[in-house]
């Protein structure tokens, strides 16, 4: 079974398992590394990180024209569930078998209160096993945290980290996250978007691979990586 990860530029992210099409951390409206709109997106699958405007911001509109299933915390599924949408809400630690893998929620170190300044819960990553065994990470946005190597335990074949700094971790922690993560391969996200969080991913390439076993892929807004 082919699972392709579609980097769609800062933290937004698409994942066909199968023919399932999941959609993570919808922010086209407004993004200015975006490169779709929301109009176009079809989506089985919205998966939300957490609550801020630069991960949510075209969930419930894309939610409400494709019918798709939204997954998050509590507190956001209860906002998205008050705007009409479907929602399944998990917690951290907590997983749950859907038909494109099992999903686990993992720790993430920040914020989440939503567009209106409702309490979005905790912020949280993801952790996808496909149903043919493969390991997805998508961390959301983190800083540095230790428990980063039990996820890495697990044998991850894809993490997507940010590496953008300010808000998340910058470019140095990021190196010290594949380090505990120990993925096959990783895609820097969560720079660029704007000049308070420019990086050089080139550069953040090069002292990855030099000194770990990890293999970066730097994407463009739109490119895919296949699975
Ligand atoms: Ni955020
Ligand atoms: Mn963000």
Redesign the pocket.
Known sequence: METIYTWYGHATHGLQVGKIKILIDPFFTGNPAASTTADKMDADFILIT?G?G??IADAPSIAKRTGALCISNSEICTWLRNKGLQVHAQQIGGGYKYPFGYLKMTLAI???ALPDGSDGGN?AGFLLTTPDGKKIYIA??TGLFGDMALIGDEGLDLAVIPIGDN??MGPDDALRAVKLLRPKRVVPVHYNTWELIAQDPIAWKERVEAETETQVFVLKPGNVLSL
């Open positions: 957490h801020h630069d991960h920040h914020g989440s912020p959301g946005d808000y998340t």
